[in-house]
């Protein structure tokens, strides 16, 4: 793969890079805010970049398994998305606040 | 139609997209921008799936991501009352946004070492779904057949998936609501 990376010859590779440029700024954003809504943006932001490696890793293998996957991660995402959010809203009933690190209670 | 010409632009004008909007999400204040440029990534993504000649992962992109969930954050937002200020992201301490770059810094390194160089994906089989296999049947019949005969075991407990997180969903939320209208209860009860 690595002596395939010229720029104006898109392959595999630039796909592979993109995805993983875009996971790490989802980890930066998970790591550096305290918003737990802005939390969930960002792990959007990683699993929509593991959608991307799927995708492209499946077009490179001549098959549609990943892109079988990616469709069951977006229902799972989809689930996910729903739960998450009303954890958020009956969090913020109770505490009045999304901030992660005021929610400490289970700290020992 | 050939357009291979354009393609690498296509490719470097989608990915600066995504990558930008990706870090604007992490950069910006308000969650409501936050969300703003997070449909844009979501955008941008389908276009970079179209060029992967993937076009039901684009439109299903678009469908679920860019409008069923960004929906459900949008309107989570405005539920939870920007104005009062406990939404909008106080200032992250300096020492933690740099080990934080640091790590996820870190993190691009290795992950790229690994991909970058792993030549195990080259010597595995090849599938039957080749390009010429999708320009004949088109990639939305591949799929279908596929997700409809091979996996329909995992779909339609996906579908069961779906119908808990709904229950889950309606059961949180009733119980905080319920607890709330007891508490209105005994308040009237008081006077």
């Known amino acids: 793969m690595p002596e395939s990376l010229h720029i104006f010859q898109i392959t595999e590779t630039h796909y592979i890079v993109l995805s993983v440029i875009l996971f790490c700024i989802g980890t930066a954003g998970v790591l550096i805010r305290r918003n737990a809504l802005v939390i969930f943006l960002c792990i959007e932001i990683m699993l929509n970049a593991v959608n991307l490696a799927l995708v492209t890793f499946s077009r490179h293998m001549d098959q549609n398994r990943g892109e079988v996957f990616v469709f069951f991660v977006m229902a799972v995402a989809a689930a996910e998305s729903a739960i998450g959010l009303s954890l958020l809203i009956v969090l913020h009933r109770q505490k009045k606040t999304v901030d992660v690190d005021e929610i400490n209670t289970l700290k020992g | ?191």
Do not use: D, W
């Open chain 2, 1 to 191: 139609m050939e357009l291979t010409f354009i393609k690498p632009f296509m490719f470097y004008f989608f990915a600066s997209l995504t990558t930008g909007s990706a870090l604007m999400v992490v950069i910006i204040r308000n969650p409501l921008y936050s969300a703003a440029m997070l449909v844009l990534t979501f955008f941008s993504l389908a276009g970079i799936y179209v060029l992967l000649n993937s076009e039901i992962i684009a439109v299903l992109q678009v469908f679920v991501y860019a409008g069923a969930i960004m929906v459900l954050v949008t309107f989570v937002i405005m539920l939870l009352n920007l104005r009062s200020g406990a939404l909008i992201n106080k200032p992250t301490h300096i020492i933690r946004s740099v080990v934080a770059v640091i790590f996820s810094f870190l993190l691009f390194i290795c992950l790229i070492s690994i991909f970058v160089s792993g030549n195990q994906v080259e010597n595995a089989p090849k599938g039957v779904i080749t390009a010429a296999a999708i320009e004949s049947e088109g990639s939305f019949q591949l799929f279908s057949r596929a997700l409809f005969s091979e996996y329909l075991l995992p779909f339609e407990l996906v579908s069961l998936l779906l119908t808990v997180a709904v229950i889950g969903v309606v059961v949180l939320i009733r119980g905080i609501s319920g607890a709330e209208e007891n508490k209105q209860a005994k308040k009237g009860q008081g006077r």
